[in-house]
Structure formats: C-alpha cells, structure tokens
C-alpha cells in the first residue's frame, strides 16, 4: 500500500502560481511513477502531468505545457506540481496517483490521494 496526500492548494488570481505537493508513505516511493490528475466539477478526470520513477521523464497534457511543472525528491517521498500562469479553467480538483509505469490512462494507477482544490479568478 501507498498512502499519498495532497498539500498546497488554494485560492489564486489569474496568472499567479501554486505549488502542489504530494507526500507519500509506504512502500517504496521511487518504485512508482507518478502523475498528477484533476477534475473539474461536471467533468471527467484528466491526467495533467506524470513522472518516471527516476524523474527522468516527464509527460504533460496540451493544456498546461509550458505552464506547469512536476517534479519529485526521491529523498523526500514527495512529488511536486509548480504550477504558474494560472487561468479560471485551472479550476479543480487535484489528485495526486502512484503507479507501477509512467502511463497517461488513470486506470494504470493504483493508488490515489484525496485530492486538494485548486481555485483561480478571474
């Protein structure tokens, strides 16, 4: 079992920056690739970026390239989401999730956290 949980979401303007992290206990964190999910009321889940085990591959979705960043401590059992530049459609919550590969299908990872609410105005 992993056990993940969710910190630093909030409420920001247009255009400004969070930093989501995503603590992990358990098994082994650097076993597990991991990514980063929201959901937006009325909507489906969405993958919004994952991580390889080593870090050393990233995947983000169309709508937040070049805007938000993962990113993990091994060390730390952590992984990051710095998310900049953000906009009204940011709008959800977001969950963080374990998995044995990096994948883009959330039915690959196994283990969730309990999500933390990210809220932009206008």
């Known amino acids: 079992q992993v056990q993940l949980e969710e910190s630093g979401g909030g409420l920001v303007q247009a255009g400004g920056s969070l930093r989501l992290s995503c603590a992990a206990s358990g098994r082994t964190f650097s076993n597990y690739a991991m990514g980063w999910f929201r959901q937006a009321p009325g909507k489906e889940r969405e993958e919004v970026a994952a991580?390889?085990?080593?870090?050393?591959?990233?995947y983000y979705a169309d709508s937040v390239k070049g805007r938000f960043t993962i990113s993990r401590d091994n060390a730390k059992n952590t992984v990051y989401l710095q998310m900049n530049s953000l906009k009204p459609e940011d709008t959800a919550v977001y969950y963080c999730?374990?998995?044995?590969?990096?994948?883009?299908?959330?039915?690959?990872?196994?283990?969730w956290g309990q999500g933390t609410q990210v809220t932009v105005s206008s």
């Open positions: 991580i390889t085990r080593s870090g050393d591959s990233t």
């Open positions: 999730a374990a998995a044995n590969f990096m994948s883009a299908r959330i039915r690959d990872y196994a283990y």
